[in-house]
């Protein structure tokens, strides 16, 4: 079905949710290591986090989950929770959280538009954390069109950045 719709350009992802294996573990993550807020817990089995005090960016239940194994990287589902960072110091400054933990595997890239860390949960499910360059700077083709790519990020750079 092809329509003229489109989507109003103010409308943004509000929450996700994710299934998770063990809570307390995902926390330790969520919470712990990357600074989301605990808002709430729902019983013992989901607990709401945020970023600045909103109600929930990020909900983990355990409803239909509870001691599963890790999610699988060749099936279906959601790829990446991607979490957007005010300034680039503010990604340089958890980039140097991670390090100081010894968070393994941790992937960078510069996408042109972005620059961004990967990484994986406790249950296996992509995390970017990342910084939009100011819109000005996206790299754009000689007929205006919006360019991205995929080219390494100079971690030695955005550590420079870290308070």
């Known amino acids: 079905m092809k329509t003229n719709y489109k989507i109003p350009s103010q409308t943004k992802i509000g929450h996700i949710h994710l299934k998770v294996a063990d809570l307390k573990r995902s926390l330790a993550f969520y919470v712990d290591l990357l600074g989301f807020e605990l808002m709430m817990y729902y019983g013992d089995q989901a607990a709401f986090i945020s970023a600045g005090g909103y109600h929930h960016h990020i909900g983990l239940n355990t409803w239909h989950s509870k001691d599963a194994p890790p999610a699988s990287r060749e099936g279906v589902g959601l790829y990446h929770t991607a979490i957007l960072y005010p300034t680039r110091k503010d990604l340089a400054n958890i980039y140097k959280r991670l390090r100081e933990a010894n ?9 042109g538009v972005s620059q961004a860390l990967y990484l994986r949960d406790p249950d296996n499910n992509g ?7 100011p819109k000005e700077l996206w790299p754009k083709n000689p007929d205006g069109s919006l360019t991205m790519y995929t080219h390494p990020l100079n971690l030695e750079e955005l550590l420079k950045e870290a308070a």
């Open 127 to 133: 995390v970017e954390l990342y910084w939009d360059k």
């Open 103 to 111: 968070y393994p595997n941790i992937g960078a890239s510069n996408h």
